[in-house]
């Protein structure tokens, strides 16, 4: 459990037109030589826009590279050849390279600004990294963000793709949060439940959103900001258990499991719906969300196959044997399993 004292972000602008204005938000915290990590590829998209905007401000840009590297040798080597003048690092762009950025930033004690580019996952808010350790991705400690810049209009030229793996996640909560409760009351630690009331008001007031497109400004803002509510709630917690459940199991067993895994956030969205069954917990509001935002749509192009999750649903357990989700216990594996071929939805976007 945390230990009371915890990190949130001072900066947090969603909004079209951010990207623009980050050279203002880094010098009003009193800060003016930066070190900037971009994505594969984003030099060319942003980083005019981004350059200008911070010199505009009165900001050194002490060193711009593009990251591709998530090996956890490689990013201590970059940590440790930043300038000493540094004062704040900003990581532009997807998973990777936030991951990067944030892991740097911890290991340098520096402040970081996280700007995703896509709204893919709640990553860009958490306090943990996702680093290749002895050839295996592993989460590892980093820097909760001091401030999240994130610019619809960047975020809405992405791949669509990427706001699925975003709704996915984000829809994810709900079981998430019911696997937590289950865990405590069937002995095995205890709710924060602070950290309860954030993931749940945060995942609420997305699914609630109206909408007639995923491309609304007001849907991307909603999206991007629960996402950041999330990542803070792990933060309270001490742990990523409010927003991390059985469906988190599922889809980093896939990922061990298959050659090609899909987006983490697409394979958690397919199993929350399961689990919500599984928990006999607000499914109907799960699939009302996933049909109207298209997410089942997408899912039945990707020629996914049940026997697959069958596999992951076993192999869950062993994920994380040290947590106590529904999947944890052999009667509720074996009811995902009998869903797998009996839902009727799952039977329409799997094979």
Known sequence: MNNGHIAIPVILKVGKGALGEIGSYVIAGGMDKAVIYFGNGLI????????????????????????????IEDIMELAFSIDNKAQIILGIGGGKVIDAAKYAAYLRKLPFISVPTSSSSDGFSSASASLTVNGRRTSVPARMAYGIVADTDVIKSAPEKYLYSGIGDMVSKITALYDWIYEARCGHGEVNDFAVMIAKKAVNSFVRTPFQDIH???????LLDSLAMSGIANEIAGSSAPTSGSEHLISHALDKLLEHPQLHGVQVGIATYLMSRVQDHRYKRVNTIFTDTGFWDYVSTLGLSRSDYAAAIDMAPSIKPFRHTYLHEEKYRQLAKQLLEEDEILKKVLH
């Open 216 to 222: 609304e400004d007001l849907f991307l803002r909603e």
């Open 44 to 71: 060319d998209m942003f980083g005019s826009q981004v350059m200008h905007s911070l010199k505009t401000a009165g900001v050194t840009v002490l060193e711009y590279r593009e990251l591709d590297s998530v090996r």
